[in-house]
């Protein structure tokens, strides 16, 4: 990472920060540095990505484009490879939805020594983590699990160089997921258990809410039926916090929850509200969910019809 002063390595420090808090502010801060600092310093090309990481949160592409190609053009002035690499991981993620995962690595290009050892400092470090957290997906998105865990394991370590309760949750939160996705429930219950004290500690964060969702499927998966009925009724408050496309599995499991706790009544309710607001469509779930509440109830003319 280039020279920069102290006064805006702690700014660019605390945007990394907020990043994991409220990427809504991200715009209004990464404006603040680039305007602290010289035109067109590596300091100033911090503030700019910054920027478009802000812009991006908002939703706002022609703006985020134009910032994330000011930041890699002062990046590329002054040599900064950490900064060239971040605003090329930038400019790739949109295309993780649309499940080009190959072309996103290749767009990333080698990592360097990140995924074997630490970063030089915490500013790399979370540089660091951003860019093996987009790789992980990447390399899941093309079937290379063995690469991808040991991706974002290499971004928890990364993380936790920079001490940041935010940015260790978040990289503990996705691993959490990761190997839920794998049926490795031991190993999700003690990530997301991690993940979710630390979110609490950084504020709440989204990660918080992801890990403590992914700890009640764990929990389930292990068939701990009482914590899980215990967790559930802390989160069905925080139902409507998730991002939309995620609020339906999260009523199928607080609902599974509720119906092992002994709540028939609520359970359906909560079946019935996953329904109301199905985007990603797991049927699958929601009917194993639905026939194991009407065996419950003794309904076999439901399972008839």
Not at 77 to 91: I, K, P, T
Not at 171 to 181: E, G, I, R, V
Not at 189 to 198: D, H, P, S, V, Y
């Given at each position: 990472m280039g020279r920069v002063d102290t006064a805006l390595r702690a700014l660019i420090e605390q945007a990394w920060v907020m990043r994991y808090r409220q990427p809504q502010r991200l715009h209004a801060l990464g404006t603040a540095l680039s305007e602290a600092a010289p035109p067109h310093s590596v300091a100033w090309a911090?503030?700019?990505?910054?920027?478009?990481?802000?812009?991006?949160?908002?939703?706002?592409?022609?703006?985020?484009?134009?910032?994330?190609?000011?930041?890699?053009?002062?990046?590329?002035?002054?040599?900064?490879?950490?900064?060239?690499?971040?605003?090329?991981?930038?400019?790739?993620?949109?295309?993780?939805?649309?499940?080009?995962?190959?072309?996103?690595?290749?767009?990333?290009?080698?990592?360097?020594?990140?995924?074997?050892?630490?970063?030089?400092?915490?500013?790399?470090?979370?540089?660091?983590?951003?860019?093996?957290?987009?790789?992980?997906?990447?390399?899941?998105?093309?079937?290379?699990?063995?690469?991808?865990?040991?991706?974002?394991?290499?971004?928890?370590?990364?993380?936790?160089?920079?001490?940041?309760?935010?940015?260790?949750?978040?990289?503990?939160?996705?691993?959490?997921?990761?190997?839920?996705?794998?049926?490795?429930?031991?190993?999700?219950?003690?990530?997301?258990?991690?993940?979710?004290?630390?979110?609490?500690?950084?504020?709440?964060?989204?990660?918080?809410?992801?890990?403590?969702?992914?700890?009640?499927?764990?929990?389930?998966?292990?068939?701990r039926c009482e914590e899980a009925a215990e967790a559930a009724e802390r989160l069905l408050p925080h139902v409507d916090d998730l991002h939309e496309r995620n609020r339906e599995s999260a009523l199928i499991l607080l609902a599974r929850a509720r119906l092992h706790g002994g709540d028939a009544a609520q359970a359906q309710q909560l079946l019935d509200r996953s329904v109301q607001v199905r985007e990603v469509g797991m049927r699958a779930e929601w009917t194993l969910a639905q026939t194991e509440l009407w065996l419950q109830q003794g309904h076999a003319q439901a399972l008839q019809a």
């Open positions: 911090w503030g700019a990505f910054h920027q478009a990481l802000g812009l991006r949160a908002a939703g706002d592409k022609a703006a985020e484009a134009h910032a994330a190609a000011q930041a890699a053009a002062a990046f590329a002035l002054h040599g900064d490879a950490a900064g060239q690499r971040v605003c090329r991981v930038l400019g790739a993620l949109p295309l993780l939805p649309q499940g080009r995962g190959a072309e996103v690595e290749a767009l990333i290009g080698d990592l360097g020594d990140w995924p074997n050892g630490p970063a030089a400092s915490v500013l790399e470090a979370h540089a660091a983590q951003f860019s093996l957290f987009a790789r992980a997906h990447a390399r899941s998105v093309t079937g290379r699990w063995d690469d991808s865990l040991r991706d974002r394991y290499a971004a928890l370590q990364q993380a936790r160089v920079t001490g940041d309760d935010g940015a260790i949750a978040h990289a503990l939160a996705d691993l959490a997921s990761a190997q839920a996705d794998l049926f490795n429930a031991d190993d999700a219950l003690t990530l997301a258990t991690e993940a979710a004290q630390r979110g609490e500690a950084a504020g709440r964060t989204a990660a918080w809410l992801q890990a403590a969702f992914n700890r009640l499927a764990a929990l389930q998966a292990l068939e």
